[in-house]
């Protein structure tokens, strides 16, 4: 299985590039910007990496994240992703960045997106990996501070296809961000959010009628409530699962719990993605690995989460008809 796994071209639709930041670079950058860190190991950033929550994470995580100043920085950072892309067989990425984590520090927003535009074209030249960016709003932020983060993007809007919510879940209900959210929609982006993954069946609720979402980001407690099931199933939205992070953060005690097969089994279009593979311990395969030894899933399982990947992505209907060939060619070559 894990060959199988590791033979399938695959989409990603849930990644941070904060959260790929691994502890190697993050010295190494840190260092020609002389910005002093907390760590003076490898080992020890490793150690700190325990978390009981979501919070816990995001306070490392907005840590890290600032040693990145230069263009170069947000360049190497996201080509360190794409080479792991290429090295999990990830061949269409939808990226999501975090324009405030830098704006709030006195970091351009065009430092930012021209760092990793420059980095996408280079991946695209390279290793042929397809990739489109999310912009995601901090909801630990105000709806003002979206709405400035908006008008910063408006000259790079060809570069942006879509719009999210993340950070700290509980206590901000995505209805808080529901004016930028149908602002951002007249210009174009395409809405999706964070909901349910610590937050509670409501947030996924507001997240769908409110925000509009076209795909629910975690999304893992929607379980818990028959009739937000049905909804989901009915509207046809996709969830972007990802197991390492459930069971790093927490919302999943251990991974033979992981709620992943039992959306499946209720017809839910759940994909498999990384998160913040640098802090919980794996890529794409990784992820697709653990699930399927923790769930037993089948050959079946595996190639319908792949297939899910492409087919509930932002990419031309042109570009999935490519890449689910791609998906049937592998599948006949392992077999
Ligand atoms: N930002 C980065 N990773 C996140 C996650 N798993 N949840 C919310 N915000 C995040
Ligand atoms: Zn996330």
Redesign the pocket.
Known sequence: MKDFIAALPKAELHL?I??SFEPELMFEIAQRNQIEIPYKTIDEVKKAYQFSC?QD??DI?YAGAGVLIQEKDFYDLAMAYYQKCYENNVIHTEIMF?PQTHTERGIAFETVINGLQKARLDAKEKWGINSLFIMSYLRHLSEESAFETLKQSLPYKDLITSVGL??S?MGNPPAKFKNVFEASVKEGYIPVA?AG?EGPAEYIWEAIDILKVARID?GNRCLEDENLVQEIVKRNLALTV?PL?NLE?RNTDVMTNHPLKRLLDRDIKATVNS??PAYFGGYMNANFQAVQEALDLSKEDIITLVKNSFNYSFATDEQKKYYLEKVYEAVADFN
Do not use: M, T, V
Request: hydrophobic share 20%.
């Open positions: 941070h904060e959260g979501l994470f995001l995580y975090d993340d950070s879940e964070h993954e975690h990802c992070s953060l998160d913040d």
